[in-house]
């Protein structure tokens, strides 16, 4: 098994990564660092949760060390794109943390909190700049920073760039950034849209990949509770009473919900708060600080504003409302069982739309999940639990459940409908005899140019020690 020590990591770096108890590479940083530290690009396959930070920050450090130079004025040597703020402020508390021991100069351009500090962080010049795109754009016009000499490109979480309109922005960014550079690329899936990008912004690149978004969840617990829509609430609660749940994020499809979940857990006693894009940065932080220290155990958030968080020890992930797109239950589920832990994850599924979704969840991660049916006899009959298909198999065939289509509520379809649900071809094999075929052989595929990156074979996270859940609270 490779070691941190196998890598040649500058001095510096090794002793911060002992202080980080960090004893053994994950999958993605046994793959990544050793091709990034030969200066090559690198294309890879990895969800938030897999180690992939480090996988990019530890070689752009050492090989800053290599070549100490003082950045230009308004100039920076390393630039990191993330989608958004809380993932960029993690992103800049690692490169520090990996980078304590070498007087590391960095800053952070994050929208939602005003530009003249960042401005001013830029002045003299920062060897690693972690941005959102918007934010940078609004930087380089403004004159506050210059990006022709940025040596180091990292474009974290591509998909979910490209999910969030910032394609535009990227293209912007990367004309003005030196064709010689180094550029390392990210991102949980790869459909045909990333992989283009990819090939526009690389040279010859390497290509890694672990774990397949569905069988992350090889670790984590997960249960279906079946319910009427009005009875989510009282479930909810009575979920969160148990002793067994440390910490709780709570998953809603809507900013309005994530607030009305709020409102009446805290009625019924349990102290919560909400994260979402409502939110101003500030109340963002301090519940996410509030968060990690426990001093608030549950916390209510949207899809967009839960990307990125990166707090140890959730001990289950609730999702109050089942996403439609069968991608994002897994990286909802992915926020537990992190760094070596187990996690449960309990699904509140209501109504036909989302008994929908779930038949579309359970085909993407080949398992059949365990149901518990709470419903009151009447809405039983009006909403047929979903057939007990074999994951993994076509599509099974959705009978007509009787209700009458507009029951299932604004913008959502009929039973089995595929409305607007993005489907992305995974990578993957499909299990024999209808079994769930969760554990495939790992055989990562780094080879270069010419080497399909649909398809490839992945590695399973590898079990590591809990770490203590350190601050990382976002900074400007
Ligand atoms: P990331 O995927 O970069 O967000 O990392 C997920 C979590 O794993 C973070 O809390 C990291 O600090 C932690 N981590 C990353 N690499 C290691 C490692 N080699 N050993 C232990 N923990 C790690």
Redesign the pocket.
């Known amino acids: 098994m490779t070691s ?1 020590q196998d890598f040649g990591l500058a001095d510096p770096i090794s002793r911060a ?1 002992k202080d ?7 999958p ?2 046994a793959q990544t660092i050793p091709i990034a530290l030969t200066g090559r690009d690198v294309v890879g396959i ?10 990019f920050a530890l070689p752009i450090l050492h090989r800053l060390l290599q070549s100490r130079t003082k950045p230009q004025p308004k100039h920076c040597r390393v630039l990191v794109l993330s989608p958004t703020r809380e993932l960029s402020g ?1 992103i800049l508390d ?1 490169f520090n ?1 990996y980078g304590r021991h070498m007087r590391l100069s960095s800053a952070l351009a994050i929208g939602g909190v005003p530009m003249g500090r960042q401005v001013r962080s830029v002045m003299q010049g920062v060897e690693v700049m972690v941005a959102t795109p918007g934010r940078l754009l609004d930087l380089v016009q403004g004159n506050a920073l210059k990006l022709n000499q940025v040596e180091y490109l990292v474009l974290d979480e591509a998909d979910r760039m490209l999910d969030m309109g910032f394609i535009n922005d990227i293209r912007k960014i990367v004309s003005k950034l030196p064709k010689t550079r180094q550029t390392l690329f990210f991102s949980a899936t790869m459909p045909k849209d990333i992989a283009d990008l990819a090939e526009q912004m690389l040279r010859d690149p390497a290509r890694v990949a672990v774990t397949p978004v569905a069988s992350t969840v090889d670790r984590i617990e997960q249960r279906v509770i079946q319910v009427d829509h009005s009875a989510k609430p009282t479930i909810l609660a009575q979920i969160l009473k148990q002793d067994s749940v440390n910490r709780a994020l709570i998953f809603t499809r809507t900013k309005h919900g994530a607030d009305k979940v709020v409102k009446g857990l805290v009625k019924a006693g349990i102290p919560a708060d909400a994260i979402h894009g409502n939110k101003s940065q500030n109340h963002r932080e301090r519940v996410l600080a509030a968060f990690r220290t426990g001093e608030i155990r549950t916390l209510v958030a949207t899809d967009i504003a839960a990307r ?1 968080i ?1 707090v ?1 020890g959730i001990s289950h992930v609730v999702n109050f409302d089942l996403p439609n797109i069968p991608e994002t239950y897994v990286h909802r589920i992915g926020r537990t069982a ?3 832990a187990d996690g449960v994850a309990i699904s509140l599924c209501a109504g036909p739309d989302e008994h929908s979704y779930l038949r579309d969840i359970e085909r993407l991660i080949r398992i059949t999940l365990p149901k518990e049916d709470r419903r009151t006899p009447g809405h039983r009959n009006a909403a047929p639990a979903p057939q007990q298909h074999r994951a993994g198999q076509g599509k099974p065939h959705h009978g007509h459940s009787g209700r009458p289509q507009h029951d299932a509520g604004p913008g959502s379809h009929a039973p089995g409908s595929k409305g607007p649900q993005r489907r992305r071809k995974h990578a993957g094999h499909q299990g024999q005899n209808g079994q769930p075929n969760r554990h495939e052989p790992a055989r990562p595929s780094q080879s270069g140019k010419g080497d399909g990156i649909q398809g490839v074979a992945f590695l399973r996270r590898e079990n ?2 809990a ?1 203590p859940t ?1 601050n990382r609270n976002s900074q400007s």
């Not at 980080?20 to 994950?26: K, M, R, V």
């Not at 990895?46 to 996988?55: E, I, M, R, V, Y």
Request: aromatic share 6%.
């Open positions: 941190f990564l980080e108890n960090y004893l053994t590479p994950t993605i940083q990895a969800q938030t949760g897999t180690g992939k930070t480090a996988s993690q690692s943390a990125g990166d140890d992190r760094a070596g590591r020690p770490r350190r």
